[in-house]
Antibody, heavy 123, light 108 residues
Framework: QVQLQESGPGLAKPSETLSLTCAVS??????????WGWIRQPPGKGLEWIGS???????YYNPSLKSRVTISVDTSNNQFSLKLTSVTAADTAVYYC???????????????WGQGTLVTVSS | EIVLTQSPGTLSLSPGERATLSCRAS???????LAWYQQKPGQAPRLLIY???TRATGIPDRFSGSGSGTDFTLTISRLEPEDFAVYYC?????????FGQGTKVEIK
């Protein structure tokens, strides 16, 4: 059974960089066959796809965030990471990681998901 | 970018009733690449339906999806108490992947 678990600071200061990691268990990222993605959800609002990465390092980003986002993969530790620079209060959200089938520019449906981690941007 | 508009925003129904949720796309979703998720408070979304009409593993058959092009529907044939939640559609036919704003199914 594949499981994903997000980790990272729950608080980020405005203008700084938000960094999160998603640890994967039950499946080896280096086996291929799936993209690994990040999705966020501001409190009380809907879902926004941030981007996806393949084990080779190929990435696909949402154009609305592309200038500030970097997603990377660490196959030796079976995890992938998100960095979001120059954060503002608008980046306050629950950040989820999820698996998605390799297809197109970013993958297909997302399943399974991690439990999510709330990141608040505040001074 | 494909914008997905879900309606209604809130659906007030009683257990045992039928729920019909709509997801309309701003342009045609290629190959019916549309998924539906259920989200309960404090939980991550759970995949219900993919490719517009295929139930995900373990999803009860009271959940069904239909549609193509720009109009998609999620139907819950008989609402169980655990079905009261927020439902989202997501398209993966073009990039960026986008989600609808959600429909809340609440107990009447």
């Amino acid at each position: 059974q594949v499981q994903l678990q997000e980790s990272g600071p729950g608080l980020a200061k405005p203008s700084e960089t938000l960094s999160l990691t998603c640890a994967v268990s039950g499946y080896s990222i280096s086996s291929g066959g799936y993209y690994w993605g990040w999705i966020r959800q501001p409190p009380g609002k809907g879902l926004e796809w941030i981007g996806s990465i393949y084990h080779s390092g190929n990435t696909y980003y949402n154009p609305s965030l592309k200038s500030r986002v970097t997603i990377s993969v660490d196959t030796s530790n079976n995890q992938f990471s998100l960095k979001l620079t120059s954060v503002t209060a608008a980046d306050t959200a629950v950040y989820y990681c999820a698996r998605t089938r390799v297809a197109g520019a970013g993958g297909h449906w997302f399943d399974p998901w991690g439990q999510g981690t709330l990141v608040t941007v505040s001074s | 970018e494909i914008v997905l508009t879900q309606s209604p925003g809130t659906l007030s129904l009683s257990p045992g009733e039928r729920a019909t949720l709509s997801c309309r796309a701003s342009q045609s979703v290629s190959s019916s690449y549309l998924a539906w998720y259920q989200q309960k408070p404090g939980q991550a979304p759970r995949l219900l339906i993919y490719d517009a009409s295929t139930r995900a593993t373990g999803i009860p058959d009271r959940f069904s999806g239909s549609g193509s092009g720009t109009d998609f529907t999620l139907t819950i044939s008989r609402l169980e108490p655990e079905d009261f939640a927020v439902y989202y559609c997501q398209q993966y036919g073009s990039s960026p992947r986008t989600f609808g704003q959600g429909t809340k199914v609440e107990i009447k």
